[in-house]
């Protein structure tokens, strides 16, 4: 009995006029009001109350350096030293981005990147930065920047002798973000400063900082719930039209319907470029 | 290997739609330029409603509530995109 009251939802049959009930125009418009629904309340409560939700970022100083050092030892290139002042100054612009809230090289108060390496004291001859923000895992983080000629530059460019990096979290333009600010340089006169230099695989990177956050208790990522809701809704149509089409093979139905097979081969479309888009923004 | 008997009468039809899938997704991922990749997806979707119309006109059964199913499948994939949070817009 039960078992029948909710068959039509998903397996064509005379009762559905040969469509699955889950896959007409008004549970289509349904599954849409409903997707648009589940994102708006994420976004309203990542605004409204920054305390519900959080970030989860996976990403660290150390897998960043890792990484970029990496990509340069692919290429052939001297692993980048870290310099924990480096780091500082990238620490420094992160939070000046937070409490000013932009994210662009330059503030709004006319800071430029080299702003920061002179405020900590670093003397360079050639310098450079990268910033990233809203990315889940170094991985993607990496991929982007290798994938932008400019950034690309930065990471492989081999003038640059030493790295600093910054994993900083807080609210950006009233969402919880992570930025993540590489800055590269070469010192003037090396020996004149006073920075600790190791190697790659023994250094002590600092920790993610948080500048506005108010707790230090892990919260969900507004972004992974909302890839949550995404998935969920995107299988479940895509899960509905599977069995409507392998029905309607199975039993040589002809209806007046949409074809299937096109809907699937759109939706598919839609899921690779959604696959191959990259996470966050990087600049 | 089970092949609809929709894509055996008309496997011309379903080979132009593949091919304008294939295309559009090889273009997009190789392109690098944001409005570029807009223009790229807008063409796709364009592209599978006109081959949707043909295919329904060829077919004699083109009718309000085929199109509008097309149109809110569209709309779907195409919501899907603008609101995930790793798309371009």
Redesign the interface.
């Known amino acids: 009995m039960f078992k029948k009251n909710w068959i039509h939802y998903f397996i064509p049959q005379e009762k559905n006029n040969h469509r699955a009930t889950l896959l007409k125009p008004f549970f289509l418009l349904f599954f849409l009001v409903l997707y648009l629904l589940s994102q708006s309340i994420i976004k309203s409560l990542t605004i409204a109350n920054p305390g519900i939700l959080g970030y989860s970022s996976e990403i660290t100083a150390q897998k960043v350096l890792d990484q970029t050092n990496n990509e340069r030892i692919k290429l052939g290139l001297e692993p980048l030293t870290y310099n924990s002042v480096l780091s500082e100054s990238a620490k420094e612009k992160a939070e000046d981005m937070f409490v000013n809230n932009y994210w662009a090289h330059n503030s709004p108060q006319g800071k430029t990147p080299w702003t920061f390496f002179n405020t900590v004291g670093y003397k360079y001859s050639t310098a450079g930065e990268n910033l990233a923000k809203d990315f889940y895992d170094t991985d993607s983080l990496v991929k982007a920047w290798m994938n932008s000629p400019t950034h690309k530059e930065n990471i492989i460019n081999n003038k640059y002798k030493e790295i600093g990096i910054a994993v900083v979290n807080g609210t950006l333009g009233d969402i919880k973000t992570t930025l993540v600010v590489q800055h590269f340089g070469t010192p003037l006169i090396a020996t004149a400063q006073e920075i600790i230099s190791q190697k790659s695989d023994d250094i002590a990177v600092p920790a993610t900082v948080d500048v506005l956050a108010e707790s230090d208790e892990k919260l969900i990522s507004p972004l992974t719930l909302s890839k949550i809701f995404s998935s969920i809704i995107f299988i479940a149509l895509m899960v509905v039209l599977f069995i409507d089409g392998f029905t309607t093979i199975k039993n040589n139905i002809h209806r007046l319907t949409g074809s299937t097979v096109g809907h699937i081969s759109f939706l598919f479309f839609i899921f690779l470029i959604m696959l191959f888009n990259q996470q966050g923004s990087i600049f | 290997m089970?092949i609809?008997?929709?894509?055996k009468q008309k496997p011309v039809e379903?080979i132009i739609?593949?091919l304008i899938?294939i295309f559009?997704?090889f273009l997009?991922?190789f392109i690098?330029n944001s409005q570029a990749k807009i223009l790229i997806?807008s063409g796709?979707v364009l592209s599978?409603l006109v081959?949707?119309l043909y295919?329904?006109q060829k077919r004699g059964?083109l009718?309000t509530?085929?199109i509008?199913?097309?149109l809110?499948?569209?709309?779907?994939?195409?919501?899907?995109?603008l609101?995930?949070?790793?798309?371009?817009f």
């Open positions: 089970i609809p008997k929709e894509i379903y739609l593949l899938f559009g997704f997009y991922i690098n997806l796709v599978y081959w949707s295919h329904h059964d009718h509530s085929i509008i199913e097309y809110l499948i569209i709309l779907f994939g195409l919501v899907f995109l609101f995930d949070p790793f798309a371009i």
